[in-house]
């Protein structure tokens, strides 16, 4: 039985364990394999009911360095009387690489389960043993454990002398510390023919990859990333890495993820690894088989087999998933009404009919994306067409198989002799002839998008005979938008007069920080000129120069006097030293304190800083109350009924008031150490004096060297310390980093632009009753506004004359294209001219245009540093003239729909359509069946993949979608859940037939490519004519 046959309902979510041992594993808990022929066949009936009885469909066999599990299995299984196996295993093995880590790293293969034994035995012949390198195998185990230092034995918890007399004890060790090599074990999966081999590398599991200290060994950790299809972890955020999906969680760290699995997903799985058949629930460290650790439970969307795991390593974001259930797996549970489970079509009861048509037919329907495929005249449309009447479809006069002058016949025949049957996942089942159409009152189950509805709309629309076509859009749309804001829509007057108010705030709060972000990049700029950076170079230089000449001064070093000394002397000496430990302790405790005491400043400082800010939201506070106080009155509400604003103090008092007791702590403790340590320095005078002659020198030598220290530390310095070499070091490559800081902001910058861009394109919407739904619709899905660049927004318009007016107030008007007023204003008026404002692109580039052009006369004027300051007037400031140019001052909001960024009147035929598919897909609030016929007609291929794929993909995850196309973009890059094959034999009573199953099932594959690419031929011809 092929795939199809026992999986014809296509690539449906199943957990699979990957990760489960055997009684061959040396870790396994309980009884292991043996001599025994008898009881290994127990034991593997033991397995296969374990397997049978637990939840997951697929598991793979990774036992510690052998096959043998598997081995045992496959016997088994051959033998009568042994246990049926229900699920799919896989044969799979767990290595031990060498790894630059403090524990150990642990590796896993998984191999087809058809794959031959020989290939196996193979597999473990090329493995080879690190420091011995021999070839993996029972004997090269043991003469590992027996070569192996007696340290190592006994930190993993064995005896030297026991696995030199032992065998078996030392195959146990050599099991347990023996490690591969990491080229060989690479080596040996690649070596695997016929892709019946995949690498499986834990990560944040135990023994993982992560545990690599990768700043230190990147080489090492990206050959086994790149090498890698499947990895382990448990982490929901380190699965999105590995799939490719940025989640909050994963953020900080994704783009160095991607970039070190070198953009290309990976299939991201948690086993159980479980070391026995059945575990006990509640406890993790007694696991069986199934059971997941912290219930992250692994999901495949795939059929259970060789080739299903591959096709999840090529889509792992659609075709995995971490967790208790499977976000669409749960959505269809709740709302199962909604979903097709089952077509039936079969003739009448005593129908005379000779011919088979669809008799017989029986398709079982996946809840995700099916694709329905076939030669012209299979029976493709026909499918669309039946699915769409049984769900009570009021589009039959788009109908193209279920109609007159085809099925039906004038007289209804032969469509009057077949049943149709929808089931449901849960609910009464929709059943009525071919060659009946339901009546309007019944409620439409089904959506359906037939190619003649778009055909028809969008013909209609170009030549003016009827305005379906946008009232289409509308209703959709307007069906997507909460019914308080529809109903603020319905009122543009009160909406408009509400609504401006907010706008302007808006347009000011974003302005403020436009300023604040300009204020910056001005002082980088400033910052940036090469005086700067030449100053800074000398000060270093100088620096360097006295640390030079300061080295040459180091005091000669003294060797302690060992000759006679008087007890008084003797006892002096002794004293000096302890002086000498106790002032290096007074000045620690100086250095300290003095931290302490920054600290503090610090400290104070930010509670001024909060309490300036507190007062400033108390004056914006005062000022709202004030704007709203009309509306409270006309409302018969009071200030405290609609808003609070609690400022508390209390706790930056409290914090102040113990601020700044411990300053004064610090300081008395200050003043004493300080007394202390005068005192301590004068009686260290007095006590040298006393000395005779080699001890005074010797004493006199440890001051000066002491000295001579503090001024070589005060010299280097630290990076703290701005007049210190490191100082100014430090403050350089500040300097070098402004650059890519002054970028970074001006891409902030621009994209403050585009925000103030969004409120002014609100604002103009808030004025258009029939747009007002639709912004609020577009801001809402980033695919569509983002991506496609629908956008009921703004063509926003300015005049040139206003804008060179204003800017001309601040620019000179004397260097390059700015010289001369006629030739400036000319200049501004091609620039105005060149952009048309249409979209937040067109109005961002207009100001960076005209940003670069005032740059460009700036230095033209001789401006040594970035930025426009050379060409302004006196006494203005290029913070103006940037919060002029980015903070669209000189714009109003015009308002146009656009669809990538072309006029609706402008879009061709089959543009217009996707338009309309991509609202009935993404916007549409029902969550009925969506029935497509051809969407990628009148579409070119580069526009399906970049439109329709990416749409039909998010429509998906919470739709079923029944889709008849001839294009492979849509099938295969899609990644559809179930393909349906439609065949019509003539010859043999004018059968058609529909063949049903995944598109990694071999049968449906070569289909796939059969009818959508012309035949695997053709497609591997046009792979070598295509340039890479």
């Known amino acids: 039985m092929t795939a199809s046959e026992k999986f014809p309902r296509g690539s449906e979510?199943?957990?699979?364990?990957?990760?489960?041992?055997?009684?061959?594993?040396?870790?396994?808990?309980?009884?292991?394999?043996?001599?025994?022929?008898?009881?290994?066949?127990?034991?593997?009936?033991?397995?296969?009911?374990?397997?049978?009885?637990?939840?997951?469909?697929?598991?793979?066999?990774?036992?510690?360095?052998?096959?043998?599990?598997?081995?045992?299995?496959?016997?088994?299984?051959?033998?009568?009387?042994?246990?049926?196996?229900?699920?799919?295993?896989?044969?799979?093995?767990?290595?031990?690489?060498?790894?630059?880590?403090?524990?150990?790293?642990?590796?896993?293969?998984?191999?087809?389960?058809?794959?031959?034994?020989?290939?196996?035995?193979?597999?473990?012949?090329?493995?080879?043993?690190?420091?011995?390198?021999?070839?993996?195998?029972?004997?090269?185990?043991?003469?590992?454990?027996?070569?192996?230092?007696?340290?190592?034995?006994?930190?993993h918890g064995f005896d030297k002398t026991k696995c030199a007399d032992d065998d078996a004890y030392a195959l146990r060790a050599g099991y347990e510390i023996a490690e591969i090599t990491v080229k060989s074990y690479q080596e040996a999966v690649q070596a695997v023919p016929q892709g019946m081999a995949v690498g499986f590398m834990p990560f944040s599991t135990n023994d993982g990859l992560e545990s690599v200290k990768w700043a230190e060994h990147y080489a090492y950790a990206l050959s086994l990333f790149s090498t890698s299809p499947i990895f382990e972890t448990r982490d929901v955020a380190k699965w999105a890495a590995f799939v490719g999906i940025e989640t909050a969680a994963n953020r900080k760290y994704f783009a160095s993820f991607r970039e070190a699995l070198k953009n290309t997903p990976r299939l991201a799985v948690s086993g159980s690894d479980a070391h026995m058949f059945v575990g006990t629930a509640g406890d993790s460290n007694k696991r069986g088989y199934g059971d997941y650790p912290s219930g992250q439970k692994t999901w495949i969307k795939a059929d259970p087999t060789w080739n299903g795991l591959i096709q999840a390593i090529k889509e792992p974001a659609n075709r995995s998933f971490l967790g208790e259930v499977p976000t669409k797996m749960e959505f269809v549970s709740k709302n199962k009404t909604f979903y097709i489970s089952q077509l039936q079509i079969n003739k009448v009861e005593n129908s005379a009919l000779p011919e088979s048509w669809l008799d017989g037919c029986q398709i079982p329907l996946n809840t995700d994306l099916v694709a329905i495929i076939g030669n012209k005249g299979s029976g493709k449309s026909a499918l669309a067409d039946i699915v769409a009447l049984l769900g009570n479809s009021q589009q039959r006069s788009h109908f193209s198989f279920l109609r007159k002058d085809r099925f039906r016949g004038k007289s209804g025949e032969p469509a009057r002799q077949f049943v149709g049957t929808l089931q449901w996942v849960a609910g009464q089942p929709n059943s009525m002839l071919l060659s009946d159409d339901p009546s309007s009152e019944k409620v439409e189950l089904v959506r359906y998008i037939p190619q003649g509805r778009f055909e028809a709309l969008c013909n209609d629309h170009v030549a003016g005979k009827s305005d379906a076509f946008e009232n289409e859009l509308r209703a959709v749309i307007f069906s997507h938008v909460p019914s308080a804001t529809r109903l603020d829509a319905l009122d543009f007057n009160q909406l408009l007069e509400q609504q401006e108010t907010t706008f302007r705030a808006a347009l000011a709060e974003m302005r403020k920080t436009l300023r604040q972000l300009n204020t910056q990049i001005v002082g980088i700029e400033d910052q940036l000129h090469p005086d700067v950076e030449k100053n800074l170079s000398e000060l270093i230089q100088l620096k360097q120069n006295q640390l030079e000449e300061h080295i040459v001064t180091r005091p000669k070093e003294v060797p302690a006097p060992t000759g006679e000394a008087t007890p008084e002397q003797t006892a002096a000496s002794t004293r000096l030293a302890e002086i000498a430990v106790e002032i290096g302790e007074h000045e620690e405790t100086l250095r300290t304190n003095g931290t302490a005491q920054d600290q503090s400043a610090r400290r104070l400082q930010a509670i001024k800083s909060i309490n300036d800010r507190l007062n400033i939201v108390e004056g914006q506070f005062k000022a709202f109350s004030s704007a709203i106080a009309q509306d409270l009155l006309l409302l018969e509400l009071k200030l405290e009924d609609v808003a609070n604003l609690s400022i508390k103090r209390d706790a930056l008092g409290a914090r102040t008031e113990a601020t700044t007791v411990e300053r004064k702590k610090l300081v008395d403790e200050i003043s004493k150490v300080t007394a202390r340590l005068n005192a301590l320095k004068d009686e260290q005078e007095s006590l040298t004096a006393s000395l005779n002659e080699p001890q005074q020198r010797y004493q006199k030598y440890l001051t000066d060297e002491k000295a001579w220290l503090a001024a070589h530390e005060a010299i280097e310095g630290s990076a703290t310390q701005p007049d210190s070499k490191k100082g100014l070091e430090v403050r350089l490559e500040q300097i070098a980093a402004l650059p890519g800081q002054l970028e970074e902001?001006?891409?902030?910058?621009?994209?403050?632009?585009?925000?103030?861009?969004?409120?002014?394109?609100?604002?103009?919407?808030?004025?258009?009753?029939?747009?007002?739904?639709?912004?609020?619709?577009?801001?809402?899905?980033?695919?569509?506004g983002k991506e496609y660049k629908l956008k009921f927004q703004a063509n926003l318009q300015g005049s040139p004359e206003l804008i060179a007016g204003r800017l001309f107030e601040m620019v000179k008007q004397a260097v390059g294209q700015l010289r001369g007023e006629d030739e400036s204003f000319a200049v501004v008026r091609q620039r105005f001219e060149k952009h048309g404002f249409k979209d937040a692109d067109d109005t961002t580039a207009f100001a960076t245009d005209l940003h670069e052009l005032v740059a460009e006369?700036?230095?033209?004027?001789?401006?040594?540093?970035?930025?426009?300051?050379?060409?302004?007037?006196?006494?203005?400031?290029?913070?103006?003239?940037?919060?002029?140019?980015?903070?669209?001052?000189?714009?109003?909001?015009?308002?146009?729909?656009?669809?990538?960024?072309?006029?609706?009147?402008?879009?061709?035929?089959?543009?217009?359509?996707?338009?309309?598919?991509?609202?009935?897909?993404?916007?549409?609030?029902?969550?009925?069946?969506?029935?497509?016929?051809?969407?990628?007609?009148?579409?070119?291929?580069?526009?399906?993949?970049?439109?329709?794929?990416?749409?039909?993909?998010?429509?998906?995850?919470?739709?079923?979608?029944?889709?008849?196309?001839?294009?492979?973009?849509?099938?295969?890059?899609?990644?559809?859940?179930?393909?349906?094959?439609?065949?019509?034999?003539?010859?043999?009573?004018?059968?058609?037939?529909?063949?049903?199953?995944?598109?990694?099932?071999?049968?449906?594959?070569?289909?796939?490519?059969?009818?959508?690419?012309?035949?695997?031929?053709?497609?591997?011809?046009?792979?070598?004519?295509?340039?890479?």
């Open 857 to 1028: 006369a700036s230095q033209a004027s001789g401006g040594a540093a970035p930025g426009i300051r050379a060409a302004l007037r006196k006494d203005r400031d290029p913070t103006d003239v940037y919060d002029f140019i980015f903070g669209l001052q000189y714009l109003e909001p015009k308002y146009t729909l656009l669809f990538q960024e072309t006029e609706i009147e402008q879009l061709s035929p089959g543009q217009r359509g996707a338009l309309l598919l991509i609202f009935y897909l993404l916007v549409d609030q029902g969550r009925n069946p969506i029935v497509l016929d051809q969407p990628e007609e009148n579409l070119d291929n580069e526009t399906v993949v970049k439109l329709l794929v990416p749409v039909l993909n998010e429509a998906k995850k919470c739709r079923q979608i029944l889709m008849v196309t001839h294009n492979p973009n849509l099938a295969v890059v899609c990644d559809a859940e179930q393909i349906i094959h439609a065949t019509f034999d003539r010859k043999n009573g004018a059968k058609v037939s529909y063949s049903c199953g995944s598109i990694e099932d071999g049968v449906i594959n070569r289909a796939v490519v059969d009818v959508l690419e012309g035949t695997k031929i053709a497609f591997d011809s046009r792979g070598r004519t295509y340039h890479r």
């Open 13 to 155: 979510w199943r957990q699979w364990d990957l990760h489960v041992h055997t009684p061959a594993s040396f870790h396994w808990t309980g009884e292991k394999f043996g001599t025994s022929a008898a009881k290994n066949a127990a034991l593997v009936d033991a397995m296969i009911g374990a397997a049978n009885g637990a939840e997951p469909a697929v598991f793979a066999l990774q036992d510690y360095f052998t096959f043998d599990g598997w081995f045992e299995l496959k016997k088994r299984l051959g033998e009568a009387g042994a246990p049926a196996l229900s699920k799919t295993i896989f044969p799979g093995i767990e290595l031990r690489l060498s790894a630059p880590m403090d524990g150990r790293l642990n590796a896993h293969v998984i191999f087809s389960n058809e794959i031959d034994d020989q290939y196996l035995r193979d597999f473990l012949a090329r493995l080879r043993l690190e420091l011995t390198d021999q070839p993996l195998s029972r004997h090269a185990l043991i003469q590992y454990a027996k070569g192996a230092n007696t340290d190592k034995l006994k930190h």
């Open 745 to 784: 902001l001006k891409l902030e910058r621009l994209e403050l632009a585009r925000k103030i861009f969004q409120v002014l394109s609100s604002q103009r919407d808030a004025r258009a009753a029939l747009f007002a739904p639709v912004q609020a619709l577009i801001q809402g899905n980033a695919l569509i």
